[in-house]
């Protein structure tokens, strides 16, 4: 009776793990997943669909595993290359109307239909701390203090 209950433990366990072999791959579950994405986020108003196709930083980030040193440098560069200097190399303005931009919470989304774009805030404090005051900031992003 032993070996019975033995030998069909492990036959059974073997079935177990024959089953499991068979089922979808990581990546055929991804695809699966990105394809339902594209099939079901519409476009409105200023968010569009082409928001849910990762660039090359925003995969990396979403890994499970860290960049390589290579990918790492070819994504600061993409970034840098982006970065739009100053004029005249003046890089100080006036903190005091970019802290009112970073504290305004109006505009920018996708309900809003703001035809003056100076009338539009950040909405920064929805993910970083501004200043030391404020009592209800978001913590996603580095603080800004």
Same mark, same amino acid.
């Given at each position: 009776?032993?070996? *019975? #209950?033995?030998? =069909?433990?492990?036959?059974?366990?073997?079935?177990?793990?024959?089953?499991?072999? &068979?089922?979808?791959?990581?990546?055929?579950?991804?695809?699966? &997943? =990105?394809?339902?994405?594209?099939?079901? *986020?519409?476009?409105?108003? #200023?968010?569009?669909?082409?928001?849910?196709?990762?660039?090359l930083a925003q995969? $990396?980030? &979403?890994?499970? !595993? @860290?960049?390589s040193p290579e %990918?790492?440098?070819?994504?600061?560069?993409? /970034?840098?290359?982006?970065? !739009?200097? @100053?004029?005249? $190399?003046?890089? *100080? +303005?006036? *903190?005091? $109307?970019?802290?009112? %931009?970073?504290? /305004?919470?109006? +505009?920018?989304?996708? =309900?809003?239909? &703001?035809?003056? @774009? $100076?009338? /539009?805030?950040?909405?920064?404090? /929805?993910?970083?701390? #501004?200043?030391? !005051?404020?009592?209800?900031?978001?913590?996603?992003?580095?603080?800004?203090?």
């Amino acid at each position: 009776m032993r070996a *019975f #209950i033995t030998a =069909s433990s492990v036959v059974a366990a073997t079935l177990v793990a024959a089953g499991c072999a &068979s089922g979808p791959t990581a990546q055929d579950l991804d695809a699966q &997943s =990105s394809a339902m994405h594209m099939a079901d *986020f519409r476009s409105q108003g #200023i968010a569009t669909a082409d928001r849910i196709i990762q660039d090359l930083a925003q995969q $990396a980030c &979403s890994s499970d !595993k @860290p960049p390589s040193p290579e %990918l790492a440098r070819q994504i600061q560069e993409q /970034n840098l290359a982006t970065i !739009k200097w @100053p004029a005249g $190399a003046q890089y *100080f +303005g006036d *903190f005091r $109307a970019g802290e009112r %931009l970073a504290q /305004n919470g109006r +505009g920018m989304t996708w =309900s809003d239909a &703001s035809a003056d @774009p $100076a009338l /539009n805030g950040g909405n920064c404090y /929805n993910c970083h701390q #501004i200043d030391q !005051k404020e009592i209800s900031h978001g913590t996603i992003g580095p603080s800004l203090w």
